[in-house]
C-alpha cells in the first residue's frame, strides 16, 4: 500500500495537459506534456489567459555547445508565448520554467562534493543554454525569460 502511494505522487508531477482552448495551442493539442507542477500552471495559465493568443511546449528547438563535452546538443526551451498586449500589438517569449536555485551559480564549496560537481554542471549547461536562447530571441525580435516560482507566484 505505501509503494503504490508513493508512485502515485510521483507520478502527478508530470503527465498530459488537456487545453480547454485547444486553437490557442501551436502544435498538437492532444500530446501537450508537463514535466512539472509549476510547467502545468504554467500551461493553465496560457490556455485561460486572453491575452495569450498562442502558445506551445517544447516545440522551438534551438542548438547549443555544451560546456561540459564541448558538442552541439539540441535545447528544447519550455515554451514559446504569443501575446497581445495593451497597446494591440504582439510580444513573443521564450520561457523557461527553472527552480530559482538553478538560475545562479552554486556558491564555492569547501568540500567537494558529488553535489556541489552535479550543481556546477547544471549550472554550466542552463548558462550556455540560456545564452543560445537569448541569440536566438534576438535575431527574432523576441525576449527570452526565465521564470521561478516566484514569477510564477507559487509561495511554499
Not at 512539472?36 to 502558445?55: A, G, P, Q, T, V
Not at 550543481?119 to 535575431?139: H, L
Not at 527570452?144 to 510564477?152: C, V, W, Y
Amino acid at each position: 500500500m505505501e509503494c503504490n502511494y508513493i508512485y502515485k505522487m510521483k507520478m502527478a508531477y508530470s503527465g498530459k495537459f488537456k487545453p480547454k482552448n485547444p486553437h490557442k495551442y501551436k502544435g498538437n493539442p492532444t500530446n501537450i506534456i508537463y514535466r512539472s507542477l509549476w510547467e502545468m500552471r504554467f500551461m493553465r495559465f496560457c490556455d485561460m489567459d486572453s491575452r495569450i493568443i498562442k502558445w506551445s511546449s517544447e516545440e522551438v528547438v534551438i542548438p547549443y555547445r555544451s560546456p561540459i563535452d564541448r558538442r552541439i546538443h539540441r535545447y528544447f526551451v519550455d515554451f514559446l508565448v504569443q501575446m497581445k498586449k495593451a497597446d494591440g500589438s504582439i510580444n513573443t517569449m521564450l520561457i523557461e520554467i527553472k527552480p530559482a536555485s538553478q538560475t545562479r551559480e552554486p556558491q564555492k564549496q569547501s568540500k567537494v562534493t558529488k553535489r556541489y560537481i552535479n550543481e556546477v554542471f547544471t549550472w554550466g549547461v542552463n548558462q550556455a543554454k540560456w545564452a543560445a536562447a537569448e541569440e536566438y530571441c534576438k535575431d527574432r525580435n523576441w525576449e527570452f525569460k526565465i521564470f521561478t516560482a516566484k514569477e510564477l507566484g507559487i509561495k511554499y
